[in-house]
């Protein structure tokens, strides 16, 4: 419901309340929590804490062979390049990408994620050609996947922030967006109004001010609902 103060104390409360009983795999998974949850606040200070803390206790804990830790590798640097830590993040992306080459299905949706936010970080340290492989890789897992749609959307939407022009082929990922939002098969939900809120902006950027408009108005009607 967008309360995200709320959500803040929440978790606060039970990352304190696993200091104290010293449960340290249980404040990873709650400092992980609070990475994405910064981002959405944008806490700097809140998210960069929390990655630094999350990453110390991914080598106390020596987790970094297991999934879980890549997976929040990969939380902890997306956080890191959304508050301009873009070229540090880098190394985590990697890190992450070894640990689920050696361990997941090569098909595994959470490799899409991965892609994606990698290609992100690429970007804004000027890699060009790689983040834009890196998107496309992230294409393919994602449209094999039953509610993939959603994260296509973002994923068209970021390749046409990385050309960031009039021509042809950015308009050409910003309709493939579209229609990727507009999939039947997407489940109206709080995720799914979550995913409108973070495209809308995007097509306003670029002029499309109905369908920004349509897609803030779907969040609206779902958040009403729950």
């Excluded at 229609?179 to 995913?195: H, V």
Aim: hydrophobic residues 35%.
């Amino acid at each position: 419901k967008e309360d995200y103060t709320s959500a803040k104390k929440l978790l606060e409360y039970w990352i304190d309340e696993a200091r104290l009983l010293y449960d340290r795999k249980g404040e990873l998974s709650m400092l992980s929590e609070m990475m994405g949850l910064a981002r959405r606040m944008n806490d700097k200070n809140t998210g960069l804490e929390s990655v630094k803390r999350g990453f110390a206790l991914i080598e106390a804990e020596n987790l970094q062979q297991s999934v879980s830790a890549a997976t929040i590798w990969i939380n902890g640097a997306t956080t890191m390049k959304a508050f301009g830590k873009a070229k540090e993040s880098l190394r985590y992306y990697e890190k992450a990408l070894a640990v689920y080459k050696k361990s997941l299905n090569p098909e595994d949706e959470r490799f899409g994620g991965l892609y994606n936010n990698y290609a992100l970080a690429c970007a804004d340290t000027g890699l060009t050609e790689k983040a834009m492989s890196l998107y496309k890789k992230a294409l393919d897992i994602m449209s094999t996947k039953k509610y993939g749609a959603a994260e296509m959307a973002i994923t068209y939407l970021n390749m046409a922030d990385l050309l960031d022009s009039d021509d042809e082929e950015t308009e050409m990922f910003l309709q493939k967006a579209y229609e990727m939002l507009n999939d039947p098969s997407l489940p109206q939900d709080g995720y799914y109004a979550f995913i409108c809120r973070k495209c809308a902006p995007v097509f306003d950027y670029y002029g499309h001010f109905a369908i920004k408009n349509e897609l803030n108005k779907k969040a609206d009607d779902i958040y009403e609902r729950s």
